[in-house]
């Protein structure tokens, strides 16, 4: 019986790092990357698709769809990248409309589920979005992972639609206000994403494309903000501020809504019930576990952040009280576990 050999260079097994067998055939990591290269050629020449119709309905409700309360905002944001994706579509069917447009401002605490939000509300619109750390502009000897512009390009290729019309997320943007350094860090990373704002950074060669029809939304904390007139007040340069029109914030989550994300179906506890299910363990909460978790996460200050570290800890808890073998059959979780886990606070 022959060695196998790959089938399109005839790399032996012995020289490739890896071989893949197929029916009769055999192919090596080397031609499976330039297949890779050929086939993201082959997809740049197909005709770009307009974005699939919507409306504003269905974003807004994508996005409750993932994230708990902040109804004001919630709608906000929902029209706000309608309005994007209407844009797209008029020019997709060849009737453009002005350039020009208000760039957005997300303010709100940790875990408020800023991010989640402008993710699900990008993906009802079939809008590319690109997301990239503030935190990566600040240092000068700090390079991105990736440019902007081309995040932007990769996130459009993925889902075949023109990088015109994307959203740019520029998460954390509150680290654009660290104190600043002696080599003028702070206005080195704002004047970074400048020729974003000023339209004059090419997005996609290929198509011609700049960035004056990029959405840019900078979200972060800025706890305190109450205007875009404050912008400047607080460290923002004049030229970079000029480029935000509309303020969207969200607010701190209540009790009621930490509760309903550990409650409802497919929410945490169904989670970490899943979790335990395949040792033949059926984890039972009580009301007094569910009311110490929010409590718990309340006092974090985190919001869903904190609320999954709780629902995190509880499980390592729940796993550590068990002995050589986990019990089969029913196990209640009782509130004494709460505060026995890895992050549970000291006394």
Known sequence: MSKPRC??????????????????????DVCVGVCNDILEERLLETPLRAPADTDLGRIEAHIRASVPGQHGAVRQLAAIVYNQH???????????????????????????????AVRAAAEAADLPLAIVDAASFVVRRHQPDRDPMEALVHAARKIRTSAHYAILLVDNAHALLTPPTADGSIRHGQQKLLPILNGTAT????????????????????????SLDDLTAIGFLPEFAAHFGVLCRFEPLPASELRALLTKENGLLAD?????????????????????VVR?????????????????????AVSMSFDARPPEGPFEVGSSLLHTGPGAPED
Do not use: Y
């Open 7 to 28: 089938t399109f260079c005839g790399k032996s097994q012995k020289d490739a790092a890896c071989l893949i067998a197929g029916d009769g055939v055999w192919i090596c």
């Open 86 to 116: 209407a844009r797209a579509r008029a020019a997709a069917a060849g009737k453009p409309v002005a350039d020009d447009h208000a760039n957005v401002f997300l303010t709100g605490p940790i875990g408020s589920g800023k991010t989640l």
């Open 296 to 316: 718990e996460a309340e006092r974090l200050g985190t919001g869903t952040r904190g609320l999954r570290c709780v629902m995190d800890n509880l499980a390592i």
């Open 272 to 292: 970490c019930a899943r979790l335990f299910e395949r040792e033949g363990v059926e984890l039972r909460f009580s009301t007094e576990v569910v009311d110490g």
């Open 203 to 226: 997005v996609d060669p290929k198509e011609a494309c700049d960035s004056r029809r990029v959405l840019v939304v900078c979200c972060g904390t800025f706890p305190g903000l109450a």
